[in-house]
């Protein structure tokens, strides 16, 4: 192949795969922010057979009588929003995920419950005895919790 030939082959080259770049890069869309009710993830039926009996949660002010503040814990989990069909059903199973991981770290740590959970997602803390907070993308939801690791009477 002569010079000129090679260079208009890479700038064919460069001209196919542009496009196909920018379909998969694309812009991103920006994540929204659901409000979503605390009681529907911990009286569903997921959370009766695979959340935590053991440990206790209290959300945001909940009175609670602390023995002993353990230490503080935070978790991050997603989950597929299965291309946006349904954020709401993903969002509580995020929770219930998150909800788990705060139980396995307490029971770690050797506390009986997690006192003070708020939702912290992308860094921002939002505290409700009722509700949480999940961020949904185009293919994922996320939910972030933080609080405090307690043994409570």
Known sequence: MNRKTLGLTAVCLAMAV????????GPRVEDRIMTMSIQDVLSSPDYAAKGPSDIKFYFADQPVTVKQVVGPVQTSRKSS????????????????????????EARLQGGNAV????????????????????????????????????VVE
Do not use: H
């Open 81 to 104: 929003n299965y291309s946006g069909n349904n954020p709401p059903k993903a969002c509580r199973w995020a929770m219930l995920s998150a909800l788990i991981a705060l139980a396995e």
């Open 18 to 25: 542009a496009p196909m770049q920018s379909a998969t890069a």
């Open 115 to 150: 006192v003070g959970i708020k939702s912290n997602y992308r860094n921002v803390e939002t505290a409700s005895r009722d509700t949480f907070q999940c961020g949904v993308g185009g293919l994922m939801v996320g939910v972030a919790l933080k609080g405090d690791i307690a």
